[in-house]
């Protein structure tokens, strides 16, 4: 009996890893303005210190109240419009080539491509259509019933173990429905937050600037890549162990690296 077909996906945070830096306080600027943004910042000062100490719960609280001081009330329809602009616009400005290559590396082998970020969705939409991406996972905004913003989240903060299980949630949507049985992800990050998706892929990578001393300092790097000539579509790495010491066969995230 002829085995499915391998299901590869390929990941890509986009925050610092398909654009250098970060979108969240431009576009909280651009939909509420300056003195707005500032205003909440300090009224919130404790929580995104405590953000930047301890992360995790912190960092999602820190952030949902800054949304609330910033975004609630705006008109969801009229605010998506302006979101998409300001995200197309961005991502220009910002755009990576190197992960922007090697995106498209995997594209032109048949994988499947997704972003997946803490950032508001509202505004990643219009990006993910341009790259023309297979999936986007990402924060979403809550919408009340008068049609505004609230400024909360509607399914919580994508971040650290929430983009993984996403991500997997999707793979196994993907694999139901294409009769695959050997799902592989590749995952591409740059900060602590992409920590939990890197290590759940069969292949995760650190395109952080900081390299060999950045948070994900444990994980290859784009160079640090074997088998990805031209003719290699990924899936020989993972089968052989590669860099991910697993077989490239079950549920990506099974099991937790060592390096």
């Known amino acids: 009996m002829t085995p499915a077909p391998a299901l ?23 939909m509420s303005g300056r003195r707005r943004v500032l205003t ?31 975004l609630a009330g705006l008109r969801a329809e009229e605010t998506a419009v302006r979101a998409a602009a300001f995200g197309r616009a961005h991502y220009r400005r910002h755009s990576r080539a190197d992960i922007r290559e090697r995106m ?20 990643l939409e219009a990006v993910a259509e341009d790259l023309e991406v297979d999936a986007l996972v990402a924060t979403r905004l809550a919408v009340g019933e008068d049609g505004r913003l609230t400024g909360s989240y509607e399914g919580g903060n994508c971040r650290g173990a929430e983009k993984l299980a996403r991500v997997r949630a999707l793979i196994d949507r993907w694999t139901t429905d294409a009769g695959a049985i050997t799902p592989v992800l590749w995952a591409y990050g740059n900060s602590d937050g992409d920590r939990q998706l890197l290590a759940g892929a069969d292949i995760g990578v650190d395109v952080g600037r900081l390299g060999r ?33 697993r077989s490239g066969a079950g549920r990506p995230g099974t099991r937790r690296r060592r390096r």
Do not use: N
């Open 8 to 30: 590869v996906v390929a990941a890509f945070d986009f925050d610092g890893t398909l654009t250098r830096g970060g979108s969240v306080w431009p576009f909280l600027v651009a």
């Open 213 to 245: 001393v950045g948070a994900l300092r444990s994980f290859p790097r784009l160079a640090d890549l074997p088998g990805t000539d031209d003719s290699d579509d990924g899936v020989a790495v993972t089968r052989s162990g590669g860099r991910s010491g």
């Open 40 to 70: 909440a910042a300090v009224a919130v000062a404790g929580k995104l210190l405590a953000a930047a100490l301890l992360g995790g719960r912190h960092a999602d609280a820190a952030k949902e109240a800054l949304f609330r001081r910033t």
């Open 104 to 123: 498209e590396w995997h594209r032109a082998r048949g994988h499947r491509l997704v972003i997946v970020s803490a950032s508001p969705r509202i505004y």
